[in-house]
């Protein structure tokens, strides 16, 4: 619908993998408040506060601080994230990344020096976790930002 978009706003990280196909790119030193949903990967280096809904994958860059719930296909974190996860496929924290909240996935990598604070359940998500919630939310609006009021934010058992 929008194409390919590279780099919105903020400055590029030296981190940035040239090599990779971004689909949307949130630079650092820019701030975006509201839910967003998307196809193929985007990149946070900024700060995003909100829901993500997603069928495929969302990094965290060093410098990106998210805070919402996410549901997506894959995530990896570099930096810093607060809420709860639902990945289909994986999480992955790796160093300086935090993560803080709980997480539903059943692959979970956490690499040495890397933080996690919280729960995580190892059970098999289906596959169709995001893709109804993306689904309806793409209905609903023909761009790609929409807010959801009434989400259901019930926790993980802690034990």
Known sequence: MFGKIKIIGGKSPDSFDKTSELNAFLGEGTK?????????????????????????????????KVDGEIEVDTI???????????????VEIAPPGKFCGNI???T??????AIFEGTCSMEQIKNNLTTTKFSSA???TDHHMVKEKDKDTTGVSTH
């Open 32 to 64: 975006f408040e509201g839910s967003l949903s998307f196809e193929g990967t985007v990149r946070v280096e900024g700060t995003l506060k909100g829901d993500i809904f997603a069928k495929d994958i969302l990094i965290v860059g060093n410098n990106g």
């Open 138 to 140: 793409s209905k609903e």
């Open 104 to 106: 539903e996935t059943p």
């Open 76 to 90: 990896i974190i570099n930096g810093y994230v607060k809420g709860n996860i639902k990945a289909a496929r994986r």
């Open 108 to 113: 979970f990598v956490l690499h040495e020096g």
